[in-house]
């Protein structure tokens, strides 16, 4: 069985993972071209930003929070706009 953090390792080593899509669409859906104009509207750090969209971190469940609250678009749409929807885990 594998860990939690095996799991997340091997999300974002996934080809069906991809937060960039879904970074990219709010964006469009906002108006906004830059991340820097994103994390301006939703309160994070761009580097936050920078780390999900290249995979280096997992979107964690603050941040999809945070965009569903700027977009309204639902979670569950969310999620499934970055794909591997049914392994996606929330990280710290």
């Not at 997340?8 to 820097?36: E, Q, T």
């Not at 639902?74 to 710290?92: C, H, L, N, V, W």
Request: overall charge positive; glycine content about 4%.
């Amino acid at each position: 069985m594998k860990t939690e953090l095996q799991r997340r390792a091997d999300l974002l080593k996934s080809k069906d993972y991809n937060p960039k899509a879904l970074i990219d669409h709010v964006k469009k859906k906002l108006g906004v071209k830059r991340d820097y104009e994103l994390v301006k509207i939703i309160g994070f750090n761009a580097s936050v930003i920078s780390k999900v969209r290249h995979k280096r971190k997992l979107l964690s469940a603050e941040l999809l929070l945070a965009l569903h609250d700027a977009t309204g678009i639902p979670i569950k749409e969310m999620k499934q706009m970055m794909g591997a929807y049914d392994t996606f885990r929330e990280s710290d």
